[in-house]
């Protein structure tokens, strides 16, 4: 069986669908997913043993046969922690096939084959009776179905239909219950990923300020979940305005309704300030009496207490439909809405009457109103509100526009054509090739800046640009930041590249081209944490899980061995131990080359750690003197502490085994070779430890 696998294509900018083997998406999953992080979750893993042993003890007393169901057992590390526990006999039920193969190989490695059966299915479709795939209910539930968010994996569906039909009246949970807690804050930095700041643009005649239009600022945006890894979040960054509160709680060893329901609870401002954001996270009790806890809240919560490091689940970001100025010590009420998958907020100044006005306070899933959350992402949002990168932009545009310079900006969702067009420029024009289908920002925000008619819109993809498309002009400055939504790496932005090749033929023989050229860099690091998501687990509270290490080490050779993979730094602290390094660059003033852009060499460890991998990021020259970096901002020198770029995703590319550098005085080097492909817009890296 063929499967089709959507990828862009950094030569075109598009969306392709290519053929893949069967096996693709398995080995995608098993690679990229979580099983390895939770795996090494070990406050996790230990509460679930002390919350599964407590769970069997009780029924046990009652003098009852332990009948366990695991739902979503994966590698079946629960079901065999019941299995010693005590337990009778367990159903480890699990829906992906390549896990259950792998369930009941690592059960049948660890001597539990006879007191576990897995049944690979969706526990929807599990049956219960004498032929059934369960000989009867079971009185203990274990589970591990939660995200970020609590429930957006599906949990209360599931155990909604669990209790229904799988499960004994009276039985045991573990988790026995679960709870959010919110906190009310402001936050510039948060509230920068979901509206659009004035911007402010010194012109010629004046300073023109770029106004976001009013649907723009009470949009509620999109109903995805913003999670994050808030412990990476400095308390510089945002002002808290409230305490922690609980805002609703699950209990798992009831019947469960997934149906769209509110919460309120009642909140004091402890400061006055603007109300913009709802920071989230939740703690499962895995015990009834609240003994055994495994919470998800942030450092500065319990700041005594060591946190436990993960990444399958983090905190969540809710933003407000729009700012509220509060005071301190008012009454205010929070709104916490859901629906089967996902969680929403409002906030209120005065009560709704309990009963007559829940309906309207329990309003619908956010839905974007302005477009412009359709256009730009969160971090996309974030990084249009930088302002000292705006600022780059505009001092290189002011440096290379003159009142006659026709420019044409290739870039999707970009300012820089509004930018241009204040900035003096005679004619400007945009296309953004990979989102053709969208609205272009100034098209959203034409209204409020005087802009009808200003900046054309060439539809057309760059290779089929016609010179009636430029009124028969020359382009003499081409712009681009770049930035395309079809990019996952870093270097895929070198699409701008391959687009500025397709318009050669409209370039004034004098074009300015900004950026002028790009550049690759490389650093060598040690991962705080993130290398436990590509580290094996090999023994688990005692389990043997190493068919799990195996399975995941071949996904990972199986197609993307000797590729980066994207992941945004700035929540995954990390230590230099070496110089950052320029490897490649890529001169925009001429054209994709026809043959492949080589380098090898080798880079010195310089500090003592652990070499985990490898960072790679772009550098864009905008102008000879102005660059902008998507990577690293800052380092260090003394300990090797990175700052990155805070908007940005760079390139991962891990190390298959770990080297420790010790000695300084003969620092260990490590070769690489990267090949950048012309024609196909990928880069090739191999690493010699
Ligand atoms: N229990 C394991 C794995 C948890 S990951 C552990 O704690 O380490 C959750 C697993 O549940 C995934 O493998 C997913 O495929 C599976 N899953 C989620 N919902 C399910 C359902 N309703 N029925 C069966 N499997 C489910």
Known sequence: MKTFCGRANPTTGSMEWLEEGEDYDYHQEIARSRYADMLHDKDRNVKYYQGIRAAVSRV???????????IGTGTGLLSMMAASAGADFCYAIEVFKPMANAAVKIVEKNGFSDKIKVINKHSTEVTVGPDGDMQCRANILVTELFDTELIGEGALPTYEHAHKYLIQEGCEAVPHRATVYVQLVESRRMWSWKKLFPIHVEAEDGEKILVPPSEMENCPGLPSVCDIQLNQMPLSDFSTLSDVVKMFSVDFSKPVQSASTCYRVQLEPVKSGKAQIVLSWWDI???????????????????TSALQWRDHWMQCVYFLPHEEPVLQGEKLYLTACRDEYSVWYNLQKTRADEEEHKADVCVESP??????HLLWNRPRFGELNDQSRTRQYIKSLRKVLTTDSVCLCISDGSLLPMLAHYLGAKQVQCMQPSRIDLYHPHELMAGTNNLEDKIKIIEARPELLKPSHLEDKKISVLVGEPFFTTS????????FWYARTAVSSHLASNVTVLPQSASLHMMIVEFQDLWRIRSPCGICEGFDVRTMDDMIKDSLNFRESKEAEPHPLWEYPCKSLSEPQEVLTFDFTKTVPEHCLSTEGSVKLLRKGKSHGAVLWMEYHLTADISVSTGLVQLSNEKGNCEWNPHCKQGVYFFSSVIESEILSDPTAVEYAMNFDTKTGEIAMDFKL
């Open 488 to 495: 996952l790496l870093p270097w895929h932005n070198l699409y």
């Open 60 to 70: 046990k007393e009652r003098g009852e046969k332990a009948i366990v169901l695991d």
């Open 285 to 303: 009790d895995m015990d009834p009496s609240g003994m055994i806890n495994c919470s998800m809240a942030p450092y500065w919560v319990k700041p």
């Open 367 to 372: 839905v974007c109103r302005c477009r412009a």
